[in-house]
């Protein structure tokens, strides 16, 4: 069955320090991979994505994630973190039945900023 | 730019009422979804909806559950006989088209059963 785990359940940054949010993922084929930020009071929204091609990804708030196929990971990475970054991030996989019909989601990270 | 919209934000009921949650996707979305969030749990889903008929339900999406597009740019969440356990957020999702990766998300609506 398709899972994904979130290892860390609270992280807590200096701003301005390198950040590093892990995701491991199980799925039976290639996977499609999401990272969603959810910020107080707001909905996910999509950080970035990948499918196939290039291992390292870019997203918005410049935000990057790299696919490691053989670790099964897609750990989610931002070199300066901002206090506006401070928000729940959940790491996701595709589920393709008939061309991906559901997102599993891990159980999140939630991220504290200290100035 | 289009978003997803869900209303209320919050609603309140009692334990054995039917509450309806309202949704309207993007207007040229094709593929509608609605996920729940408990209270410190993951994102979990429930349902995913295209033509007019469910495409796939989780375990969680019982008899008490059912969904509907009744007028071509709403899509609800009809919970029969609420329960205490049925608190949680409840997240509307659309996605284009069969070939878009990209599922939009609205910004929930809090459901508390009293």
């Known amino acids: 069955a398709q899972s994904v785990t979130q290892p860390d359940i609270h992280i807590t940054v200096s701003e301005g320090a390198s950040l590093e949010l892990r995701c491991n993922y199980s799925?039976?084929?290639?996977?499609?991979l999401f990272w969603y930020v959810q910020s107080p009071g707001q909905g996910l929204q999509l950080l970035l994505k990948?499918?196939?091609?290039?291992?390292l990804v870019q997203g918005i708030k410049g935000f990057e994630a790299e696919f490691k196929r053989s670790q099964s990971s897609f750990n989610l990475r931002k070199p300066s973190v901002h206090w506006s970054d401070a928000a729940e991030y959940f790491c996701?996989?595709?589920?393709?039945?008939?061309?991906?019909?559901?997102?599993?989601f891990g159980a999140g990270t939630r991220l504290a900023v200290h100035p | 730019e289009p978003e997803v919209t869900q209303t209320p934000s919050h609603q309140v009921t009692q334990m054995g009422q039917e509450v309806i949650l309202r949704c309207v996707p993007i207007?040229?979305?094709?593929?509608f979804y609605w996920y729940r969030q408990i209270l410190g749990q993951k994102v979990e889903f429930l349902v995913s909806?295209?033509?007019?008929?469910?495409?796939?339900k989780s375990e969680i999406f019982d008899d008490q559950f059912s969904v509907e597009r009744p007028d071509g740019s709403n899509f609800t969440l009809k919970i029969r006989s609420t329960k205490l356990e049925d608190s949680a957020m409840y997240f509307c999702?659309?996605?284009?088209?069969?070939?878009?990766?990209?599922?939009?998300f609205g910004q929930g609506t809090r459901l508390t059963v009293v």
């Open positions: 999702a659309s996605r284009r088209a069969r070939g878009d990766t990209e599922a939009f």
């Open positions: 799925y039976g084929a290639t996977p499609y």
């Open positions: 990948y499918f196939s091609g290039d291992t």
């Open positions: 996701a996989v595709g589920s393709f039945s008939g061309g991906y019909n559901k997102l599993i």
């Open positions: 207007s040229n979305h094709l593929y």
């Open positions: 909806f295209y033509n007019n008929e469910i495409s796939e």
